[in-house]
């Protein structure tokens, strides 16, 4: 089978900065080419993941460890339609969507059987679920699961036990912030050559959670769904007001820097 190569990116492939943190303007197909190249290219060379979000920038401007984490990404991905609105107000350009569920989705279908996946996160019991699905629905190879549930003193065992398991494509599951810095810290010690933050994907696999309709992901506005449904959502609310404003004021201060 011929893989494709991750380095071939196209000549309309580029890399933006949203409030210092980058943003790949990268297509789900293109992302699925590349993370399919990096997975299966020997020697194998472990590369982050971020699927990046409003909540991540507002999050990220008290978190530097964060900031830091997405900085040093080997791919960001525009997750959310509010990413695809700043980058249209602030770079004048068109980002499309490549969101996390559709990630490990796509990677699901392609690969198949020849696939190992390392499911880490949600609560106990979760992990097992999504991973008994996934196999069952797409006939990947489990590498393991671990929930996410865990101190920062047990990071280093976590993550020995990933990286001796062989997989592909590790699903870190564990809330913004807490897993991106994990995957970036340990990241040769997971060892896997994609290491994906992918916050309640594997919920959603499991079952415990739903994935918000068709109608609303297809338009982007899946958040204002959940939020409306969720009242355990209901404080996350702010972060998306909070995170226009940002957006707004940072293109009045590009607007006087060009006077």
């Known amino acids: 089978m011929t893989r494709p190569d991750p380095t071939a990116a196209s000549a309309s492939e580029a890399r933006l900065t949203?409030?210092?943190?980058?943003?790949?303007v990268v297509t789900l197909e293109q992302t699925l080419d590349r993370l399919g190249g990096w997975m299966f290219r020997a020697p194998r060379s472990p590369h982050t993941v971020v699927t990046l979000n409003p909540e991540f920038i507002v999050q990220s401007r008290t978190q530097p460890e964060f900031v830091r984490a997405m900085q040093e990404a080997d791919l960001v991905t525009a997750d959310g339609v509010g990413i695809v609105w700043a980058a249209r107000q602030?770079?004048?350009r068109e980002v499309p969507r490549a969101p996390g569920y559709d990630i490990v989705?796509?990677?699901?279908?392609?690969?198949?059987?020849?696939?190992?996946v390392f499911f880490l996160g949600a609560r106990p019991g979760v992990a097992e679920q999504a991973a008994q699905n996934a196999m069952r629905d797409y006939g990947i190879q489990v590498a393991?699961?671990?929930?996410?549930?865990?101190?920062?003193?047990?990071?280093?065992?976590?993550?020995?036990?990933?990286?001796?398991?062989?997989a592909h494509l590790v699903l870190t599951g564990m809330g913004a912030g807490r897993q991106e810095i994990f995957n970036q810290y340990w990241r040769q010690v997971l060892a896997a050559p994609v290491l994906l933050g992918c916050g309640g994907v594997i919920d959603v696999f499991a079952g415990t959670?739903?994935?918000a309709p068709a109608w609303t992901r297809k338009l982007g506005v899946e958040f204002i769904w959940r939020v409306g449904l969720d009242r355990k959502r209901?404080?996350?609310?702010?972060?998306?007001?909070?995170f226009m404003r940002l957006v707004q004021a940072e293109k009045r201060r590009q607007g006087r820097g060009t006077q």
């Open 209 to 211: 959670a739903d994935l």
């Open 18 to 24: 949203l409030f210092d943190l980058p943003l790949d």
């Open 234 to 242: 209901w404080n996350r609310a702010p972060r998306l007001a909070q």
């Open 90 to 92: 602030l770079h004048g």
């Open 105 to 116: 989705k796509g990677l699901m279908q392609r690969h198949g059987s020849e696939l190992r």
């Open 144 to 166: 393991g699961v671990h929930h996410g549930y865990f101190d920062s003193s047990e990071d280093q065992r976590v993550a020995e036990l990933v990286g001796a398991s062989g």
